[in-house]
């Protein structure tokens, strides 16, 4: 299925125009948002050096662009960011990468732009937007990359980004104020002498953030009649009845379609039960619960996911999305799988084992398309709809999470 040069995997860091361009253009984002920056320990930062920042709406972008004012910035994004628009993205800075694989042109365009430019890199290290407003795993090679580039890393932590527009609800933006902490956490000194895996540990103690929290602590009102809907696409499994993949949600309420438990979200984010006992008043809370669930399922040996699957590949920048056909996907012990006849009459077998990826990613009605898992190959990119399994997406996530680390306990156990 692979194509010749369907993406220019080439970098250039932006000129004066496209830089002073893209902050006049961000910089009318920040109107309604504020945009507060802290920076801490910052005295004497100049280029090169890197970001790593969590990501939880576009407003990111103008966030970013405004803590590294005036210097140009490349960012690291997904492969879907040059579809359509290939040229802007290149001119912007943007250098592209699949998801969840090890691709050695986006390591060595990094190191471009930090060692031979002399500019700035922003990585989202979470690889995807916050589900939860809570971090997600981050890439374990951060450390070497900070010892190959020998440059100063800050972190962007950012607040509000997500409540503002979280991604299962892109289509009812909320009134929140953003604002972000901007800290170097190793120095140019620093990356010279400290072993990797300690600027990697650094790096993830930064990476210490809970939207929700910081809305309950600082009294942010979220008055938006929308603030809870679509919530079910995370919190997905009922804490009364167990039922999985039978809650539902509208404006600010919450409910089971299994046994009727019913929650409604204050205007500072916490939930409460309408017709019950409170079980979880704290949205991560719940989605922490449900991982544990999912992990206890793996740990039991009986995990397994299967269904038939609507398949689309991004074929090329120019062509986006292209339907394949219907297939048959599978999550498990031996990893993801996609098989069966395309509708050219090809068939397909390709999988990717549990050690390959550390996480998957998963969209919420993606373009208007359903939900989705985006399933890499070094060539390739799968877009995965499930067709028969309602809101599963978050499921299948935490599912890949959690098999990648039983799997490889279990292998290094038998060795
Ligand atoms: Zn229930």
């Known amino acids: 299925m692979g194509n010749k040069q369907p993406f220019d995997l080439t970098v250039k860091k932006p000129n004066a125009f496209w830089n002073i361009t893209e902050r006049i253009l961000s910089s009318f984002q920040l109107l309604s948002v504020g945009g507060n920056i802290t920076k801490v320990n910052c005295e004497g930062l100049k280029p090169p050096y890197l970001v790593l920042s969590n990501h939880g709406s576009m407003i990111d972008f103008p966030i970013l662009l405004k803590a590294t004012f005036p210097h140009p910035v490349n960012w690291v994004v997904a492969l879907d960011g040059f579809v359509g628009r290939q040229g802007v993205s290149k001119n912007i800075g943007m250098i592209c990468k699949r998801k969840f694989t090890n ?102 103690k930064m990476f210490s953030y809970d939207q929700y929290e910081w809305q309950y602590k600082n009294r942010i009102e979220i008055k938006s009649k929308y603030r809870a809907n679509n919530l ?102 031996d990893g993801m799988s996609i098989t069966g006849t395309l509708d050219s009459g090809e068939t397909i077998q390709f999988s990717r084992d549990t050690s390959e990826n550390y996480s998957c990613h998963v969209e919420y009605d993606f373009k208007g398309r359903g939900d989705c898992v985006e399933f890499c190959a070094p060539k390739d990119t799968y877009y995965v709809y499930p067709l028969n399994s309602p809101n599963c997406a978050t499921k299948l996530h935490l599912a890949a999470e959690e098999l990648h680390d039983f799997v490889k306990q279990q292998r290094e156990s038998n060795k």
């Open 232 to 333: 079910h696409k995370v919190l997905y499994r009922c804490p009364h009845c167990n039922t999985e993949f039978k809650m539902n949600s509208a404006f600010s309420e919450l409910w089971c379609e299994e046994c009727g438990s019913r929650w409604k979200m204050d205007v500072y984010g916490r939930l409460h039960c309408t017709n019950g006992e409170d079980t979880f008043n704290h949205v991560p809370d719940w989605y922490r619960w449900e991982r544990q669930t999912v992990r206890e399922e793996v740990r039991s040996g009986n995990y397994s996911f299967k269904d038939v699957a609507r398949l689309e590949l991004i074929k090329s920048a120019r062509e986006g999305w292209v339907p394949l056909g219907n297939v048959t996907f599978t999550q498990g012990y």
């Open 103 to 204: 691709e050695i042109s986006t390591a060595r365009n990094i190191l471009k732009i930090l060692t031979q430019k002399k500019g700035i890199v922003t990585i989202y290290p979470e690889a995807r937007w916050s589900i939860c407003g809570v971090p997600e795993r981050l890439d374990k090679a951060l450390g070497k990359l900070v010892k190959a580039a020998k440059c100063p890393v800050v972190v962007l932590i950012e607040y509000g980004n997500f409540l503002l527009d979280p991604q299962w609800d892109v289509a009812h933006k909320r009134k929140v104020p953003v604002s972000a902490v901007f800290t170097q956490v190793v120095t140019r000194q620093e990356a010279e002498t400290l072993p990797a895996e300690e600027i990697q540990a650094r790096i993830e």
